[in-house]
T-cell receptor, first 114, second 115 residues
Framework: AQSVTQLDSQVPVFEEAPVELRCNYS??????LFWYVQYPNQGLQLLLKYLSGSTLVESINGFEAEFNKSQTSFHLRKPSVHISDTAEYFC????????????FGTGTRLLVSP | EAQVTQNPRYLITVTGKKLTVTCSQN?????MSWYRQDPGLGLRQIYYSMNVEVTDKGDVPEGYKVSRKEKRNFPLILESPSPNQTSLYFCASSSRQASSYNEQFFGPGTRLTVL
């Protein structure tokens, strides 16, 4: 069975500073990897995904994540955060088959201060 | 607009009073799923459905029921709610087309409090 570990429950950072949110996964078979974002009092939005091909994937708002198979990681990074990036971020995995269950990590709350 | 809707968005109830949280999608998706979100635990799958009349348990099904009589609807039923079911609930749906990846779309969430 797959599992996801997000080691940091909360990451405080100042505006315009870089940030990395860590995600490690465990699976005996190939998986798809995702980052979802949840802004305060809102639902989940897909931020970015890795399906295959280039191991570096990017979102439209400046986030990027790199799939590292040897380290079974999919860390999320942004070189300069904004106040508006304050949210909870969830890493998730799914088997790359027809079975569509998403397995989520416990989430990392990103707190951006001025 | 393609979307997943949930009702109600907020609900406060008392122990033992049966309730239903509705979920509806307008994208003709085959796959639908319910998750609950709890602090420090992330999202955990309660039940899922691969198609009409096909449902199965997820990781935390105890105390919940579901039905899938129509393709667009997937209600979550709590026959006798208890305080440990106080949580934020999300419904999600996705297609089961032949392509191997189908994005899951999430509803806005239902915040349930059981007193």
């Amino acid at each position: 069975a797959q599992s996801v570990t997000q080691l940091d429950s909360q990451v405080p950072v100042f505006e315009e500073a870089p940030v990395e949110l860590r995600c490690n996964y465990s699976s005996s078979v190939s998986v798809y990897l995702f980052w979802y974002v949840q802004y305060p009092n809102q639902g989940l939005q897909l931020l970015l995904k890795y399906l295959s091909g280039s191991t570096l994937v990017e979102s439209i708002n400046g986030f990027e994540a790199e799939f590292n198979k040897s380290q079974t990681s999919f860390h999320l990074r942004k070189p300069s955060v904004h106040i508006s990036d304050t949210a909870e971020y969830f890493c998730a995995v799914r088997l790359n088959t027809g079975f569509q269950k998403l397995v989520f990590g416990t989430g990392t709350r990103l707190l951006v201060s001025p | 607009e393609a979307q997943v809707t949930q009702n109600p968005r907020y609900l406060i109830t008392v122990t033992g009073k049966k309730l239903t949280v509705t979920c509806s999608q307008n994208m003709n998706h085959e796959y639908m799923s319910w998750y609950r979100q709890d602090p420090g635990l992330g999202l955990r799958q309660i039940y899922y459905s691969m198609n009409v009349e096909v449902t199965d348990k997820g990781d935390v099904p105890e105390g919940y029921k579901v039905s899938r009589k129509e393709k667009r609807n997937f209600p979550l039923i709590l026959e006798s709610p208890s305080p440990n079911q106080t949580s934020l609930y999300f419904c999600a749906s996705s297609s089961r087309q032949a392509s191997s990846y189908n994005e899951q779309f999430f509803g806005p969430g239902t915040r349930l409090t059981v007193l």
